[in-house]
């Protein structure tokens, strides 16, 4: 049979107990006095060497320790008795406790208990005296007392396991919410691309249709047949495709896409939605007049204003709520502010999932976003600002 490692905290104890064990009896300090127990000499180290021996295994074999050292600690009061012997079992007591297996620490406190009551009473019938007390008060102090203090130890440590297993679960749900947050937000900017192509797709097949309707040469007919059986195919691989990415419950046919055109209705309903919370909103569209913006583009920019004046009526204390917008060197910029407020009650695991697809949105654009508090004219404000590139090669070609 393998014996378990020493810990080396074990092996200094044992080492510093015997050690001071050894000055006492040196010095001729005993814990008892002259005619009490074997007379004085080496017996009074055996009891001590049997502990220290006991403490190299007081961590790995706390129950055995304990056992030992009760059977070493009772056999020291035969002798003249030292007092590092004593002070290394109450050590045994409390390492049985912190180190044994659950059902050992509930019982030992009960235990050591127990048998501080009974020594108590027992001496003080055998010697009717109030001295017996002061037996009772160190029998508590080396069994009952260690064992409780143990017990304290062992629940605040088991606390400490469990508030970092709950931070580390909460952290791993954080993180699958988070990865939640950015596949579905791509699943949907899937079923809005695919919404815009199949726009696009079902005009050329319509077209296609209508010239094929025509009595225009051969070669036309056959050029027209073509365009007509691509987009058409196009068109059904497109289904098939948002057939994969659609939720159950959403209607069969793509619903159109929405546009910056529809800010106002958005801000209507914003408003009508907040007027109960104190808010105000305000729509600013700085953009030029002749802009035409990427589909991808537009469509990012308003899920930006949408996500943000939820965010909004969710969090924000009463004041106004900003949306601008305004044209820069081949980008469109967009903010949003709100009156800082913070919500009471703890924040539950993958709340925030609103910015991670907003900024996963923005990146997929290739733009630049930016949310969280800033100070404006003295007051603390929530901000959300995107910039989203506008290239020449992007913009839609017009009809």
């Not at 009508?272 to 990427?294: I, M, W």
């Not at 991670?356 to 969280?372: N, P």
Request: glycine content about 10%.
């Amino acid at each position: 049979m393998r014996l378990p490692r020493t810990h080396r905290d074990d092996v200094l104890i044992a080492a510093a107990g015997l050690a001071c064990g050894l000055v006492l009896w040196a010095f001729g300090l005993y814990s008892q006095g002259p005619g009490s127990g074997l007379p004085a000499g080496a017996v009074v180290l055996v009891p001590l060497l049997a502990m220290t021996s006991l403490a190299l295994v007081r961590r790995t074999m706390p129950r055995t320790a304990l056992v030992a050292g009760t059977v070493a600690v009772v056999g020291d009061q035969f002798t003249r008795g030292n007092l590092m012997t004593v002070v290394m079992f109450a050590d045994i007591v409390y390492a049985a406790v912190v180190y044994g297996p659950p059902a050992s620490a509930r019982r030992i406190p009960v235990t050591t208990g127990l048998i501080t009551i009974g020594v108590t009473l027992g001496f003080l019938a055998w010697y009717r005296e109030p001295v017996a007390l002061l037996i009772g008060v160190v029998t508590a102090l080396i069994s009952f007392f260690p064992a409780i203090t143990g017990a304290v130890v062992r629940n605040h440590r088991q606390a400490a396991d469990t508030a970092r297993l709950r931070a580390e679960q909460t952290a791993l749900l954080a993180e699958r919410d988070r990865r939640e947050a950015v596949i579905a937000e791509r699943a949907r900017m899937a079923r809005e691309l695919h919404d815009l192509v199949a726009g696009h797709l079902s005009a050329i097949a319509i077209h296609s249709t209508a010239a094929l309707s025509l009595d225009d040469p051969k070669t036309s007919r056959e050029a027209l047949g073509v365009i007509r059986e691509n987009s058409v195919e196009g068109l059904a691989e497109m289904r098939r495709l948002i057939g994969l990415l659609r939720d159950r419950g959403d209607h069969d046919e793509p619903a159109p896409a929405p546009t910056l055109d529809g800010l106002d209705a958005l801000v209507r309903q914003a408003r009508t939605n907040g007027a109960g919370s104190g808010l105000v909103f305000r729509l600013s569209d700085g953009r030029a007049p002749d802009t035409v913006l990427p589909a991808p583009v537009e469509l990012a920019a308003y899920r930006i204003v949408q996500e943000s004046l939820t965010n909004a009526l969710k969090h924000a204390d009463p004041g106004e709520v900003s949306v601008v917008l305004r044209s820069a060197d081949h980008a469109l910029a967009v903010e949003v502010t709100s009156p800082y407020g913070i919500r009471p009650g703890p924040r539950v695991p993958g709340s925030g999932a609103g910015l991670v697809g907003m900024r996963e949105r923005i990146g997929l654009v290739g733009g630049e976003f930016e949310a969280g508090p800033v100070v404006e004219r003295g007051e603390k404000i929530w901000r959300v600002r995107a910039e989203l590139p506008v290239t020449e090669d992007d913009k839609e070609p017009d009809a």
